[in-house]
């Protein structure tokens, strides 16, 4: 499908099956489908304010993920005349949905509000493939999550095949002062304390080089999305920002095709992420403001 032949004006289209088969999701290409993660796969870790006496309590929660991105979406901006042209922008897209389910199964996420088999997150929005007037950002997300908070970050993407699998970097759920230092040890007492015996709590990324482990890459699109990048940013709902202020988002999507081991069957498509939410938390035991970056990592193989 041609976007330059999309009808200008306002609200979206839903594309037919055939030209959903056409159109140019560029980056996003390999992303249209279900996918769902195995047990063991998922784990989300954020700190929360607990008592005086506790300062923050650090949880730790394994997790399933249900996440689809379906149908394909159109959309068109009318801009100005420039010496006779209308700028207009075409927009193609997916929309997407992400249900997270706890399999937790330990005293303390009982005790906590998140036994196994509850629902811990959902997320509904749309992923855009940015052709033109994009501001060098050609990939953008955004988000609404029942919380209260709407996420919109532009990104970029690359095809690029590391020479190695340590590409994830790091992902630090170590808490920090909003001015200035937190006092020596803050924290320290559930931030060193390991819940999951095999899953690195200080650095989840980690977890994500471990699962890919020597497996060989056919291919490989990376998606860079953050909140701090150009009209970029978070809008919460007003005891959000009083309370549990969400200041930023930045995530990374790893869309990794990986060689079928049964001959002549079709490769298998993997999508690995990280996520890091920075929440900024009323003053405790520290008596002044916390950040506790809020951190989430799974690995997805494609359904359909």
């Known amino acids: 499908m041609n976007n330059d032949n999309l009808p200008f004006g306002v609200g979206i289209r ?38 005086k006496e506790q300062e923050f309590v650090y949880e730790v929660i ?15 901006n009318r801009g100005p005349f420039i010496e006779g042209q209308e700028e207009t922008q075409n927009l193609v897209g997916l929309l997407y949905e992400q249900e997270i389910f706890s399999e937790c199964d330990t005293d303390f996420c009982k005790q906590r509000g998140f036994p196994s088999g509850a629902m811990i997150h959902a997320e509904r929005g749309i992923f855009l493939n940015v052709a033109n007037f994009n501001s060098g950002f050609d ?6 999550i029942p ?53 690195p709590q200080t650095n989840p990324n980690l977890f994500l080089q471990k699962t890919l482990g ?19 940013g978070v809008l919460n709902i007003p005891f959000i920002q009083k309370n549990i202020k969400t200041t930023d988002m930045e995530a990374t999507f790893w869309i990794e095709e990986l060689p079928n081991p049964v001959a002549g069957q079709a490769n298998i498509f993997q999508l690995q992420y990280t996520q890091t939410i920075n929440l900024v938390f009323p003053p405790t035991g520290a008596k002044q403001m916390v950040v506790w970056p809020h951190v989430t990592v799974n690995t997805l193989r494609k359904m359909s």
């Not at 489908?33 to 796969?41: E, F, H, L, R, Y």
């Not at 394994?62 to 394909?72: A, G, S």
């Not at 990939?139 to 609404?144: E, K």
């Open 139 to 144: 990939v953008v997300r955004l988000s609404t």
């Open 14 to 51: 839903i594309l037919t099956e055939i030209e959903a088969s056409t159109a140019d999701l560029g980056a996003l290409k390999n992303l249209q489908g279900a996918w769902s993660s195995s047990s063991g796969m998922g784990w989300n870790v954020i700190s929360v304010p607990g008592t």
């Open 62 to 76: 394994p997790y399933t993920e249900k996440l689809t991105f379906t149908p394909v979406v159109a959309a068109s």
């Open 147 to 199: 919380h209260g908070n709407s996420v919109l970050a532009p990104g970029t993407s690359n095809n690029t095949i590391p020479a190695t699998n340590d590409f994830f970097g790091e992902a630090s759920t170590e808490p920090s002062a909003v001015t200035g230092s937190l006092p020596f040890g803050y924290g320290e007492g559930q931030f060193n304390t390991l819940q999951f015996a095999n899953f």
């Open 214 to 232: 020597d497996q060989k890459l056919s291919a490989m699109t990376t998606l860079d999305f953050s909140t701090k990048n150009t009209d970029g």
